[in-house]
């Protein structure tokens, strides 16, 4: 191969490679820089648009979206449940309690087949209702025994046994 001819190959490699670099960097219509509005702005503007809170639903893969308030509910949800004693007793006073089971219980099942049904249930959603269930078992666990039911069960140990009641729901629906 001469060199016109080396010289031609490389200059038409080169040019298709400018041609395509060109062509995806025109997007946009090659109207300009690419269109961010309300990117830099206040949090207000993006609130009057809409985009302030991001996705409805932001779960990507094994990522889920935890509210700022649940962060210790987050670093349980793949770890492996152990309940201390007490919690243990907790939860053995809320299973036996017939009357807890048919007021609180059994609406929050029926709520989340309903999410199951739909293909709408997250382990998140679960959390909640379980946590409102939980807190109200120790209430009552507190007045029978004469204690303080935040001092006796504190936020963290109380969302553990959440958790329990959630994954176990998950696993009866969901998986079983």
Known sequence: MDNKALRRLVRSVIQSEIEEANATGNIDGGEGQYQTPHAFGSN???????????????????????KKNSKHIAKLYEADIALSDDLQDLKAFIDDNAQMRKAIKLP????????????????????????????????????????????MFPKKERAKLALKYAQDFEKESVHG
């Open 108 to 151: 929050i099942i029926k709520q989340l087949y309903g999410m199951v049904d739909k293909g709408k249930f997250t382990l998140s959603h679960a959390l909640k209702p379980f946590l409102y269930f939980v807190e109200q078992g120790a209430i009552r666990y507190a007045k029978q025994n004469s204690g303080q039911w935040n001092i």
């Open 44 to 66: 207000k503007k993006r609130e009057k648009t809409g985009h302030a809170n991001g996705h409805k639903d932001p779960e990507v893969f094994d990522y889920k979206k935890v």
